[in-house]
């Protein structure tokens, strides 16, 4: 029960458009260049990350963050919901 509760809000963020949801891989993919940002969790090292088709930003990864609370999104990417679901197919 905790472990499925853990992955449950490790998952759901909040991007820049809305609901978003923290992976670990992530695949189709071209990651841009790498740039700080003041995030609402404060200051992270971050690359968007583009449709390798489309070319459209899907979200950004995680290259690195300065808060010790924050170190786990390292490495993950987060992809806007409104993004990657396509509703009422």
Not at 26 to 40: C, Q, S, T, W, Y
């Amino acid at each position: 029960m905790k472990r499925d509760l853990c992955m449950e809000l490790l998952r759901i963020q909040l991007g820049r458009n809305g609901r978003a949801f923290l992976f670990s891989h992530a695949m189709n993919i071209v990651v841009g260049p790498k740039e700080d940002r003041h995030l609402l969790t404060g200051l992270h090292t971050v690359a968007d990350v583009y449709c390798g088709d489309c070319r459209e930003v899907l979200g950004w990864k995680y290259e690195r963050a300065y808060e010790e609370t924050q170190k786990y999104k390292e490495g993950k990417f987060i992809l806007e919901k409104s993004k990657i679901v396509k509703e009422n197919w």
